[in-house]
């Protein structure tokens, strides 16, 4: 059975989705940080691709994205660091990037190296979906990785639903439209999650960007199968040297009476 | 005659180049315009307003002059399409005006913009006073140092200048925040994209507003000449958008030589350059893809030009199309041929122009003309905002 899979039928609620940048805060910290993830909650981990131009994400994740670019984090030495991984960590595990990259070390190669690692999904938001549709939807489930559309308030339902028909794993339900790591009006967030609930769609429904604390994270699992937390845990480990210790601090609190 | 250049296919593509590679974020807005773009501004309504403007308002039609003491150095015929002569200074404002009117009519109360060299920050600004539109500028921070008399020119015409402060703090970081705005703020805010780049519809669109440079061209030359098409046409190329107006109604004409000048910056093989087909690959930048100038591991490089305004690391989709195809010939000048190029022009025609058009006229040197060739240059900037640049080659 897929991660996914069995982590949605044993877990349906509060599930925490955590995001960290591949190469960051050290070059060779990404392993040390998705075992600190899973030893202290993080039911996914979605491990972020450096990319000079990360359009969609904020201050926070992009700067994070510089530091690990500057460290000399590529893809390849992605690969190189995941070999093994899964002698470790048992969740599932998604990347997420930008198209430019993935494209440069070519798409077929990319997705057979996250397959043959033990990667379960990408996000990629620059992917438009005629091009997933006509080309690279099949490349993916040619190697079995799952596929995560984005979703936004302003996404029409006949869209949502055509998005969540084409993803699997489960559906990112964007806050609101804004750039990672800005704040929210968590009660518009809930009437948009209530709304994306009541299409009962085929895919699970996490919700990211201005989820950063408990009070944020308990008030889209209202709604949502739980949620993805990224700039606010970016934070909490610059100029952390212990990263077990800053990220059992920072996610404590959040998972504390979830369990 | 089946039109292979000029126009996109339903998805954006010109050949293999183009698209729309946005996250869902931008979707609706983008959406929003690839359904109404074409509707609106073919509408008559929108021609008669445009076309008005563009007569009463930029000057136009620019002059087609026929640079005598130039062409005698060169032993040929060439042509200056005045775009300096445009109001703000550049050909620009072609397209923030088509842009402004396409705004309004989808019912947007403010205007975001990016800027290089300022010339496009600047028409953005001019078209919002006109219209009394809300109007933020996104700029990189290096951009604004060495563009400081156009910074005072937008704030003096009412908008907010913001630096781009991440990466080479020049266009590409100003674009990238002008998109993240774009994201934050989706309601009520249009982005006037200033080059023929970013996601379809924009390449088109602003193809579409600037190719009167071409449309006037084709009747001044003929009216000047008898003749109906030039033999080349030669345009600089950062994105694009000058370049693209310029070649538009030639480019399904194969007898004219279209030549596309891009920025050597230090020299091509320096890893101070800004010639994005001799030194990039096909990628994806700011929504669409494109050649673009990046590492093995598809980050994208730094480009380096005296030009702020073609100190691009990507060019529009429709130009990548053109140099695959061999449609049109890109050559490249260097920051000091770029130069030596605007003080030939100062000296020999009393025209300062702007550094970018000072690369297409390099090329001039580069190439070999009959003597009755008639060549079109599109000067599409005058110079004044880079007179420190010009001030400190004197100085040399």
């Not at chain 2, 998109?179 to 249009?190: A, E, L």
């Not at chain 2, 890893?271 to 994806?284: E, K, M, R």
């Amino acid at each position: 059975m897929k991660r996914f899979d069995k982590l949605f039928n044993a877990k349906k609620s509060h599930v925490l989705n955590m995001y960290c940048t591949a190469g960051y805060p050290q070059l060779n910290s990404t392993m040390q940080v998705m075992k600190a993830l899973q030893a202290n909650g993080a039911d996914i981990i979605e491990l972020g691709i450096p990319y000079s131009d990360p359009l969609a994400d904020g201050p926070v994740i992009q700067q994070s994205g510089s530091i690990a670019l500057a460290n000399g984090m590529t893809i390849q030495k992605l690969f190189v660091q995941l070999k093994n991984f899964r002698k470790e960590i048992n969740v599932p595990v998604i990347l997420m990037g930008y198209l430019n990259p993935v494209l440069q070390y070519g798409f077929e190669k990319f997705c057979a190296d996250a397959s043959a690692n033990g990667i379960d999904g990408l996000i990629l938001p620059d992917m438009p979906e005629h091009e997933f549709e006509k080309e690279y939807g099949t490349i993916m489930e040619n190697y079995h990785l799952d596929f995560i559309f984005l979703v936004t308030p302003e996404t029409s339902e006949e869209r949502i639903k055509k998005l969540d028909s084409l993803s699997s794993g489960f559906l990112y339900a964007v806050s609101s439209s804004s750039t990672t790591g800005s704040d929210k009006n968590m009660d518009e967030v809930s009437n948009y999650l209530q709304r994306l609930k009541s299409y009962q769609l085929k895919n699970p429904i996490l919700a990211g960007f201005g989820i950063k604390d408990k009070e944020t994270f308990d008030a889209v699992c209202r709604y949502a199968n739980g949620g993805i937390i990224g700039s606010a845990y970016i934070k909490a480990l610059e100029g952390e040297t212990d990263i077990n210790a800053a990220t059992e601090s920072f996610l404590k609190p959040i998972i504390s009476t979830n369990k | 005659m089946s039109v292979r250049y000029q126009n996109p296919d339903a998805l954006g593509y010109y050949g293999k180049f183009g698209g729309a590679f946005i996250p869902e974020m931008l979707y609706p807005n983008v959406h929003e315009l690839q359904q109404q773009y074409l509707q609106i501004i073919q509408s008559e309504k929108f021609k008669n307003e445009f076309n008005l403007l563009l007569k009463d308002y930029v000057g136009r039609p620019t002059p087609l002059y026929y640079a005598q003491r130039l062409s005698n150095e060169f032993n040929t015929n060439i042509f200056l399409k005045r775009e300096d002569l445009c109001h703000t200074g550049a050909h620009k404002i072609n397209n923030t005006i088509g842009q402004i009117l396409l705004a309004i009519a989808l019912g947007k109360k403010k205007i975001i913009a990016e800027t290089g060299a300022g010339q496009h920050g600047v028409a953005t600004a001019t078209v919002c006073a006109l219209n009394g539109l809300d109007c933020i500028v996104f700029m990189g921070e290096k951009d604004m140092e060495r563009q400081a008399p156009n910074v005072a020119r937008m704030k003096m015409l009412g908008a907010t200048v913001l630096p781009a402060k991440s990466g080479s703090k020049t266009l590409k970081d100003a674009t990238n925040e002008a998109i993240r705005y774009w994201i934050n703020h989706p309601d009520d805010t249009h982005y006037i994209i200033g080059s023929v780049v970013g996601p379809h519809p924009y390449p088109d669109m602003v193809a579409r507003f600037q190719s009167v440079i071409s449309e006037e061209i084709r009747w001044q030359l003929k009216e000047k000449t008898g003749k109906e098409n030039p033999s080349h046409v030669i345009a600089c190329v950062g994105g694009g958008s000058n370049a693209a107006g310029a070649f538009y109604h030639f480019l399904e004409e194969s007898g004219v030589e279209l030549i596309a000048v891009e920025a050597a910056g230090q020299g091509v093989e320096s890893g101070f350059s800004a010639a994005t087909t001799a030194l990039g690959t096909t990628g994806i930048l700011h929504g669409s893809k494109s050649l673009l100038m990046q590492t093995p591991d598809g980050q994208v490089t730094e480009p380096h030009s005296i030009s702020a305004g073609l100190d691009y690391p990507g060019i529009g989709p429709m130009h990548a199309h053109l140099f695959e195809s061999g449609r049109a010939r890109f050559l490249s000048a260097t920051d000091d041929e770029a130069l030596k190029a605007a003080f030939q022009l100062a000296q020999l025609e009393g025209i300062i122009p702007a550094l970018e058009s000072a690369h297409a006229l390099y090329v001039l040197n580069n190439l070999k003309f009959k003597k009755d060739d008639s060549i079109v240059i599109c000067l599409s900037g005058r110079g004044d905002k880079d007179l420190s640049a010009y001030m400190q080659a004197m100085e040399k």
